[in-house]
């Protein structure tokens, strides 16, 4: 080793993070991916189907964040390379930031109900044998649904019964339970509808859309603002937190061996944030503490999910809060320049790696579609949509044992082989490692789909057996090592993109340039929903086909089975064919990676030689 090379490599090593800022800033790191996960898993969810916000009302909402994320991620990026302070640029946001986004994680919850269930909320259907001949009443409702009106007429004769101190059952006027049972008949021949999945679907159209009282003029324009403002706000003070989080781990160390290692585990301790995709799940849980007060089933299923949103963000915020406490920015700047946005876009698609590693982001774009597909894959699949009935029958314990074997495996490879990541990269080229867990990675992602093709392809068990379980778990292993090191990998080259940024004129893009990270995975996310979206529509599984799906599942049917399994491969697809022509597409701008490892080398060295020189002259 040279003089030259031995001086450096002793600076390098002197400043560096200790281990208890690093500990410090993979807590908070923790703690801003729950928050995170509560948005994303929860909140859709919390306006479509607790405060019952309009579908077309939701989807306005997030598509427009998103065009939103693309111009406030490159203007906060901007922002934090702007800033000045005795701390730094990035340290100030983590020490302040996550008071503010514990609050505006709590306001989109805290927001008035659209709709309130009424006394047809709870409208049971009346059994076959108890239907008789249409007779013509003033009590009659009538529906359109698919093209095809329907009568619908109440055993008890009235709709105007109370409820009970529940919220969910009838009085008579002597207090006494009532079922408000109800006929249904085709309106053109007053004939009963005996399909029990086609009249199940039916009762639930009507309830819809007659069991609700939905709010109208001033009061539903406010729910609706408060949901579409309060998200966004969510959005734009959580990309002030997160574009600071990730971009001081290049401030954090001069050594590029720990920057690595602290990017690697920084990406792993973010799937530990995945608990927050638990809070859909366990907030029903609160709703007795209401009930016990009086509250309906529908207002207190709303005050449940507030209170829980309340909880897991208060805990979470105090651990986001141990990055600002913990970080120390290490490596400075002395350019004290100031660029404005559209300077700093021209610096962003200047930088040609930058620009490398941004298209092969977005062409990886399909790889989000294993989250978004996820939850729908378990429920059908695994558990057709009954989790409560599944566990309840024959062999629960085999096949909870063979679904562990699967997310072990998927798991294992998206946490677990990463963090060899750092050894790797000392030993290959790190554009060589991306460009080949591109490549190979985007192979078992097919073979996901051609081993459902053709191992037990509706037929009832499908390929929950021992050996399919086990074959999925290593394909699932095998695509999950090649998904969590390329986002490791894309963290580090980014450090890397900012070195050479300073080297090359004098400045550091931290903010600017892992603004783009941030930028890469929302705009990936809403690219895998409309994939997602237009193979759905092409099988039919949405709207109404997927309300019969549910009934049919109710009287017996079988998600593997149902509808030749056009569904459950449908679903297979999503996951396997997608991501896997993603991840091939992906290694294209970056086969010819403008930034090698022996040249990132060099640029580091005389950067570390010049903040020594420049501090030596102070």
Avoid at 160 to 174: F, H, I, Q, S, V
Avoid at 381 to 393: E, H, K, W
Avoid at 532 to 542: D, H, L, N, T
Wanted: glycine share 8%; net charge neutral; charged share 20%.
């Amino acid at each position: 080793m040279s003089k030259k090379t031995a001086a450096a490599a002793n600076a390098i090593a002197h400043n560096t993070y200790t281990k208890k800022e690093l500990a410090g800033y993979l807590t908070g790191l923790a703690g801003q991916n729950i928050i995170y996960n509560i948005i994303a898993t929860g909140l859709a969810f919390y306006f479509q189907s607790v405060i019952f916000l309009p579908a077309i009302a939701c989807s306005l909402i997030f598509a427009l964040a998103r065009v939103w994320d693309a111009i406030n991620d490159p203007m906060m990026g901007t922002i934090v390379d702007r800033t000045r302070t005795k701390w730094g640029k990035c340290k100030p946001y983590l020490m302040f930031v996550p008071a503010v986004i514990l609050v505006t994680t709590i306001l989109p919850f805290i927001n008035g109900m659209y709709a309130e269930p009424n006394e047809l909320h709870e409208v049971k259907l009346a059994p076959q044998d108890a239907y008789v001949e249409y007779v013509e009443s003033d009590l009659t409702k009538e529906l359109e649904y698919d093209g095809v009106k329907y009568l619908f007429v109440p055993v008890r004769g009235t709709w105007e019964l109370e409820k009970g101190a529940n919220g969910k059952t009838l009085l008579d006027a002597d207090g006494n339970i009532v079922k408000n049972e109800v006929m249904i008949y085709t309106a053109d021949d007053k004939a009963p509808v005996t399909d029990d999945a086609l009249a199940e679907t039916i009762l639930q159209e009507f309830q819809s859309e007659l069991g609700f009282v939905k709010k109208t003029g001033s009061k539903a324009a406010i729910i609706i603002a408060w949901a579409a403002i309060s998200y966004v706000l969510w959005g734009m003070t959580y990309t002030v937190g997160d574009i600071p989080l990730w971009g001081v781990t290049s401030l954090m160390t001069e050594d590029q061996n720990d920057r690595a290692k602290a990017l690697t585990l920084a990406r792993a301790v973010a799937n530990v944030g995945m608990i927050g995709t638990l809070f859909t799940m366990i907030a029903p849980a609160f709703q007795g503490i209401f009930k016990a007060r009086g509250m309906d089933d529908a207002h207190s299923l709303r005050a449940a999910y507030i209170l829980l949103a309340v909880v897991m963000t208060l805990f979470a915020s105090i651990l986001f809060e141990f990055a600002g406490l913990s970080v120390k920015e290490r490596v400075s700047s002395k350019n004290e320049k100031t660029y404005t946005i559209r300077e700093n876009f021209k610096i962003m698609f200047g930088n040609k790696p930058f620009r490398q590693i941004l298209i092969s982001g977005i062409l990886r774009s399909p790889i989000q579609l294993l989250g978004i597909v996820a939850m729908t894959l378990i429920m059908y699949y695994f558990f057709n949509n009954d989790i409560g009935a599944t566990l309840s029958g024959d062999n629960v314990i085999g096949l909870l044992l063979k679904i562990a074997i699967l997310v072990v495996g998927l798991f294992g490879g998206m946490i677990g082989f990463p963090l060899f990541v750092p050894k790797l990269i000392q030993k290959f080229e790190k554009s060589k490692l991306y460009n080949f867990f591109t490549l190979v990675g985007a192979i078992p992602f097919a073979l996901i789909f051609v081993f459902y093709m053709l191992y037990h392809r509706g037929t009832a068990e499908g390929l929950v057996t021992w050996f399919g379980m086990i074959v999925m778990s290593i394909l699932f292993f095998m695509a999950g090592a090649s998904m969590g090191s390329l986002n490791v990998l894309q963290s580090v080259m980014i450090a890397d993109c900012v070195d050479y940024e300073e080297y090359n004129n004098g400045i550091r893009p931290d903010g600017v340039f892992f603004s783009g990270q941030s930028f890469i995975t929302k705009l990936s996310a809403g690219i895998a929903s409309l994939i997602s979206g237009a193979v759905y529509a092409v099988v039919g599984f949405s709207d109404k086909n997927i309300a019969l799906l549910n009934n049919a599942l109710i009287n017996g049917d079988n998600f593997k089975t149902y509808n030749d399994g056009k569904f459950a491969a449908a679903i297979f697809f999503l996951v396997a064919i997608p991501p896997a022509i993603g991840m091939a597409l992906a290694a294209i701008p970056t086969f010819k990676y403008a930034l090698s490892d022996k040249e990132h080398t060099r640029i580091l060295e005389e950067l570390v030689e010049k903040r020594a020189a420049d501090e030596k002259a102070e």
